[in-house]
């Protein structure tokens, strides 16, 4: 039997694939996993019990992985799972900036017992005209999931668009419209683009990464979008932008006291990936990691663990050894195992940086002894029994 817990609402589709070998715990003491979504869980203290978190979404932000993964939790995201969602918003993020659509519904709600509203609706419709977004220069920094999307959304719609990423995946790469424009500086998109939207994830490298420089380089007028992360931008110096008019319009999906309520800036309380199909997209592949994990062992869509796996173990056991990526392991787990007489049927070794994952098939059940034998080796963080 397995327990889990969640630290933030999961779409029922998803927790309907847990079978009755799992168990919903209300406080986190003996879970094996959790799930989540944006709750934070840097200052939390997880029980040794816990062996997986799940992400049910793209940002690991509110995770702390490097800790996870010294101790041998494994960390999954749902890559792709609500791009979609994200992507639709971004478009109604670019119509709201271009055209006053929120005064002009406010403007309606404001003057509704007004005998005349039609007459004055048409003497006053001027106040909130705008522009269309066909055949502006889109910026895209960050070509993932969620920009590769809205790059050909945008194409489609008619705008010219630029896309940066130097870190692309081959996959991303494919799904992109062949209209996208490959630039390979960040400079090229601010000289060029009257929309800029950024899509990638907070780490040390991108905090902040749109400041008072990079600001100072973009067109006069320019609207800035950010439904990524309020922290890639310099909000302080973006409010100075905004209030010199060399930024035309902020639109973000992050609410704290600098953006709030300020005037030019467009604040949705992280809408992206608030939609119902989204919601259950991430659920379900949250699930299905955390029980392929959980029973067999295997890891896929781990942020810092490798992807490993071996499907349904055929064997008699099957043991599961997060440990360093360092030298010399593998032959230390096979002389433990092999002193004991247990024959490895079958056996693989992943890395991802400094962290690595074995899973070994084994034709005989391994004593305690042996396990705590790989328990007590130098750089192993957590040995498992999957079977
Ligand atoms: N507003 C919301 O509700 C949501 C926000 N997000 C945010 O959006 C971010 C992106 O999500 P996905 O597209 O699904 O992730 P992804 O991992 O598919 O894409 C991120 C892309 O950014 C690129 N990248 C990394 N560093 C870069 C840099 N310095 N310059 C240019 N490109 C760089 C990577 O190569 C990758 O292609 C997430 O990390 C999360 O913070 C994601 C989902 C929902
Ligand atoms: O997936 C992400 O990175 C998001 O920002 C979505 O967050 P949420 O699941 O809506 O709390």
Same mark, same amino acid.
């Given at each position: 039997m397995f327990q889990y817990h969640c630290l933030n609402p999961i779409a029922e589709k998803g927790l309907g694939l847990f079978n009755e070998e799992y168990k919903k715990s209300e406080d986190l003491q003996e879970c094996d996993a959790v799930l989540v979504r944006s709750a934070k869980m840097h200052d939390m203290e997880l029980?040794?019990? &816990?062996?997986v978190i799940a992400r049910a979404g793209a940002g690991v932000n509110n995770i702390p992985v490097?800790?996870? =993964?010294?101790?041998? &939790?494994? *960390?999954?995201n749902t890559p792709g799972a609500n791009a979609n969602g994200v992507k639709e918003l971004v478009l109604a993020g670019m119509l709201l900036a271009s055209r006053?659509? *929120?005064?002009?519904i406010e403007w309606v709600a404001k003057e509704k017992d007004q005998e005349d509203i039609d007459k004055l609706a048409e003497k006053q419709k001027k106040q909130f005209a705008g522009c269309e977004i066909m055949g502006k220069k889109l910026g895209i920094i960050g070509l993932g999931a969620i920009g =590769?999307? *809205? =790059?050909n959304a945008a194409s489609a719609l008619g705008m010219e668009v630029y896309g940066y990423d130097p870190y692309i995946s081959i996959d991303a790469a494919w799904n992109l419209s062949r209209t996208i424009k490959h630039i390979k500086s960040l400079d090229e998109i601010y000289s060029q683009c009257d929309y800029i939207t950024i899509h990638v994830p907070l780490l040390d490298s991108t905090k902040e990464m749109i400041n008072k420089e990079a600001l100072d380089k973009m067109k006069d007028g320019v609207v800035l979008l950010n439904f990524a992360r309020d922290l890639l931008v310099d909000e302080d110096a973006l409010i100075e932008a905004l209030d010199s008019g060399k930024v035309k319009k902020y639109v973000t999906d992050f609410a704290n006291h600098t953006v709030a309520g300020h005037k030019g800036i467009l604040v949705t309380p992280h809408l992206g990936a608030s939609t119902e199909e989204s919601e259950e997209n991430c659920a379900v592949m949250a699930v299905k990691e955390v029980r392929d994990f959980l029973e067999n062992g295997n890891i896929k869509n781990s942020v810092n663990f490798p992807n490993c796996d071996m499907g349904t173990c055929v064997a008699v056991g099957r043991i599961a050894i997060c440990h360093k990526n360092i030298p010399n392991m593998i032959s230390q787990f096979t002389k433990i195992l092999g002193a004991e007489g247990l024959n490895i049927a079958d056996m693989t070794n992943k890395s991802k940086g400094e962290y690595a994952y074995t899973l070994i098939d084994l034709e005989s059940t391994a004593s305690k002894e042996a396990l705590d034998e790989l328990k007590a080796i130098e750089g192993v963080s957590r040995v498992r029994v999957v079977k």
């Open positions: 029980p040794e019990s &816990v062996k490097k800790d996870c =993964a010294e101790k041998g &939790v494994v *960390v999954f006053d659509i *929120v005064g002009g =590769a999307m *809205v =790059a």
